[in-house]
């Protein structure tokens, strides 16, 4: 990598992009351009497309997104489509605009089927019924994936998509009705040893599996996917298929889960599943052998990972609460 590039980080302040901005720091980066919100709404085409007149960028990171659980998925479709379609569109053809030849896109593991086939392969994208709780959000993502695919073939762009798995650590939503499980379950089970409670109550029977991948360890496949020559990246995609699942290939029961956060929070009590609560999708793993062929595979496990994300969560409590 070149430290002259101008490398801007779309959404450098949340989760995701936090973790990009610290690995291409870390990977020698000496030129990383960041905008908040107070100095560039992603939402005004004429706004994006001034900045990146205004500035000297190689390559662009899009980890900008609406993102929230199920509960904000299900009771704001309208601005989760909406505003992850804008989004997504200003920045991707502002960037051709301005010449930028590299783009990252960063898409969601819910674009795949409701039912696809576990673990589940890129091809799988458009081959059935989505799952309708976040219908709108992965419909946007599809959009951006095909909009990089239709800037490469008409224009030779070189923007690629990377679909991540559900990730989770520093810089999480812990918010106690729009975070994601492992977040709230962390801040569950917290409360529950401040308080002394004896027991914590988990929706569902605990039987579903889901796989989870550190923020960190996304950061750097991120990195490591953009670093790769267009003859290797294409070699192992397709113009119209050209998206890259990111995981670890490996996933755990919610009960899994439950206990392990128990350990990680120091919580003793009893664990209670309530069955009356829906399970979701039985399974949701994604098939990372692509990646594996490209040269990267994950390497923070899942304990691991929990702690450096509750580590994060005590240091940061009141902001993190929400």
Same mark, same amino acid.
């Given at each position: 990598?070149?430290?002259?590039?101008?490398?801007? @980080?779309?959404?450098?302040? #949340?989760?995701?992009?936090?973790?990009?901005?610290?690995?291409?720091?870390?990977?020698?980066? #000496?030129?990383? %351009?960041?905008?908040?919100?107070?100095?560039?709404?992603?939402?005004? &085409? /004429?706004?994006? &497309?001034?900045?990146?007149?205004?500035?000297?960028?190689? &390559?662009? =990171?899009?980890?900008? /997104?609406?993102?929230? #659980?199920?509960? /904000?998925?299900?009771? =704001?479709?309208?601005?989760? %489509?909406?505003?992850?379609? %804008? !989004?997504?569109?200003?920045?991707?053809?502002?960037?051709?605009?301005?010449?930028?030849?590299?783009?990252?896109?960063?898409?969601?593991?819910? %674009? +795949?089927?409701?039912?696809?086939?576990?673990?589940?392969?890129?091809? *799988?994208?458009?081959? $059935?019924?989505?799952?309708?709780?976040?219908?709108? +959000?992965? !419909?946007?993502?599809?959009?951006?994936?095909?909009?990089?695919?239709?800037?490469?073939?008409? +224009?030779?762009?070189?923007?690629?998509?990377?679909?991540?798995?559900?990730?989770?650590?520093?810089?999480?939503?812990?918010?106690?009705?729009?975070?994601?499980?492992?977040?709230?379950?962390?801040?569950?089970?917290?409360? /529950?040893? &401040?308080?002394?409670?004896?027991? @914590?109550?988990?929706?569902?029977?605990?039987?579903?599996?889901?796989?989870?991948?550190?923020?960190?360890?996304?950061? *750097?496949?991120?990195?490591? @996917?953009? #670093?790769?020559?267009?003859?290797?990246?294409?070699?192992?995609?397709?113009?119209?298929?050209?998206? !890259?699942?990111? $995981?670890?290939?490996?996933?755990?029961?919610?009960?899994?889960?439950?206990?392990? @956060?128990?350990?990680?929070? $120091?919580?003793?009590?009893?664990?209670?599943?309530?069955?009356?609560?829906?399970? $979701?999708?039985?399974?949701?793993?994604?098939?990372?052998?692509?990646?594996?062929?490209?040269?990267?595979?994950?390497?923070?496990?899942?304990?691991?990972?929990?702690?450096?994300?509750?580590?994060?969560?005590?240091?940061?409590?009141?902001?993190?609460?929400?």
């Amino acid at each position: 990598m070149s430290t002259g590039q101008g490398i801007f @980080v779309a959404g450098h302040r #949340g989760m995701v992009g936090s973790a990009i901005v610290r690995q291409l720091e870390q990977s020698g980066a #000496g030129n990383i %351009i960041t905008a908040g919100r107070e100095e560039l709404d992603l939402l005004d &085409q /004429a706004a994006v &497309q001034s900045f990146f007149a205004s500035r000297a960028i190689d &390559q662009v =990171y899009l980890a900008a /997104a609406r993102v929230g #659980g199920i509960h /904000a998925n299900n009771t =704001y479709p309208a601005e989760f %489509i909406y505003q992850n379609l %804008i !989004i997504e569109a200003n920045v991707i053809h502002a960037a051709h605009v301005a010449g930028v030849e590299k783009l990252l896109f960063l898409g969601s593991s819910c %674009i +795949y089927p409701k039912l696809a086939e576990q673990p589940m392969r890129e091809d *799988a994208l458009l081959t $059935g019924p989505l799952e309708p709780t976040n219908e709108p +959000y992965a !419909i946007a993502k599809i959009a951006g994936i095909k909009l990089c695919e239709s800037y490469n073939r008409q +224009y030779g762009r070189d923007y690629r998509s990377v679909m991540p798995t559900n990730l989770y650590g520093p810089g999480d939503n812990f918010h106690p009705e729009n975070s994601h499980v492992i977040p709230a379950l962390l801040r569950r089970f917290h409360e /529950a040893v &401040q308080r002394g409670d004896e027991e @914590v109550v988990i929706w569902g029977s605990g039987n579903p599996m889901r796989e989870f991948l550190h923020v960190d360890d996304m950061a *750097a496949a991120c990195v490591h @996917v953009m #670093g790769l020559s267009p003859e290797v990246y294409s070699a192992h995609t397709q113009p119209m298929l050209s998206h !890259i699942n990111v $995981g670890t290939g490996v996933d755990c029961t919610i009960r899994e889960l439950a206990e392990t @956060v128990a350990r990680v929070t $120091g919580f003793t009590g009893r664990l209670e599943f309530d069955t009356s609560k829906p399970d $979701g999708t039985p399974r949701k793993l994604l098939d990372v052998s692509r990646l594996k062929a490209l040269g990267w595979e994950a390497r923070i496990g899942l304990e691991e990972g929990l702690r450096d994300a509750y580590r994060w969560y005590l240091e940061h409590i009141d902001e993190a609460r929400g």
